[in-house]
């Protein structure tokens, strides 16, 4: 896919999103939204749209990437919506379809709940519901935790912060935890960003091994997703309600059999509430959370074909 151009989008005082465009200029315009939140646009998420005629837009979220502006008390999820929005205005595009994955899904769900009429189509995998059960399910001790349990133990070990925590620490002590360690020194924080995002690494590709990384970019994602975390995601719970029933784009929800960090049953539940129209729920057999995993990556990317 040919690059276009790359340009920062002011979105605040102090705040500008990165964004690149690729593909052809007068084609179908999409926005591909990242994960974590935090973990920014690579290389590899242009892959995802080879050989289609398309144009595409990669925006980099709040604090992450190369976007500018690090006030976490700015990067909320009301504002990362608002962000696609603003996006939008600036590029002038009357409607676009979205993709995306995990906490980029759940962005482009609430999004195309809220902004019904600027979207047409959308691809999303392993969507994360942003819910008290999701961040159960992901951080505490009886949800991925059961089936993890060495991994989840050094997890639970680095958040530790006084001799005084015990043992079987809740979700609550561990948020604490790792929260100190982000606001300690350098080093405190590459410790801490490292448990952290090997913890989410061994759910999303349980077959591959976990790399410490202590980059700016690997303690960003870590510091981003932590605090989202601790703050229950602004409740996303309530948005995903106030949504339920207005999405008016088809959209195609691929859900990994084997997702360890958005599990199908939690899917499955929030589903049977839904009241959502031209929705396709497509599950793929001994599927992962991650794109890592080939039989993941090939259905993405079918179904990412057909939006052209």
């Keep these: 896919m040919i690059f276009i151009r790359h340009v920062m989008v002011k979105v605040a005082d102090d ?50 990437g190369r976007s500018i502006g690090d006030d976490m008390t700015a990067n909320t999820l009301a504002e990362l919506i608002e962000d696609i929005e603003r996006v939008r205005q600036y590029f002038a595009i009357e409607q676009w379809a979205i993709v995306g994955g995990s906490y980029g899904a759940t962005l482009g769900w609430l999004y195309s709940g809220l ?18 059960a999701a961040r159960d399910w992901l951080y505490g001790p009886n949800g991925a935790a059961v089936f993890f349990p ?6 639970q070990l680095a958040a530790k912060h006084s001799a005084h925590i ?13 929260s100190q360690h982000f606001n300690a020194d350098k080093q405190y924080q590459q410790l801490a960003a490292s448990s952290w995002n090997q913890w989410e690494q061994k759910l999303a590709s349980p ?22 975390a601790q703050h229950q995601y602004f409740s996303a719970a309530s948005l995903f309600q106030q949504v339920d029933g207005k999405i008016t784009a088809q959209t195609h929800l691929i859900q990994g059999e084997l997702d360890w960090v958005c599990p199908a ?43 052209s």
């Design 115 to 132: 902004y019904p009429h600027r979207v047409n189509k959308q691809v999303y995998w392993g969507m994360f519901l942003a819910n008290e």
């Design 15 to 64: 705040i500008a999103l990165s964004v690149s465009q690729y593909g052809r200029v007068g084609a179908k315009p999409v926005l591909y939204l990242h994960g974590g939140p935090g973990a920014g646009c690579h290389a590899s998420d242009v892959t995802l749209f080879e050989h289609l005629d398309l144009h595409v837009f990669f925006i980099d979220q709040r604090g992450c």
């Design 207 to 228: 077959n591959q091994l976990s790399v410490a990384n202590s980059s700016e970019e690997a303690i960003k994602l870590a510091v981003i997703e932590h605090h989202h």
């Design 150 to 155: 060495d991994d989840y133990h050094d997890f």
């Design 265 to 307: 049953h939690l899917l499955n539940d929030f589903l049977q509430q839904s009241q959502q129209n031209h929705l396709i729920v497509e599950e793929v057999k001994s599927g992962y959370h991650s794109l890592n995993d080939v039989k993941m990556l090939t259905r993405v990317m079918q179904s990412i074909a057909n939006i």
């Design 166 to 178: 015990p043992e079987r620490m809740s979700i609550e002590d561990i948020l604490l935890g790792y």
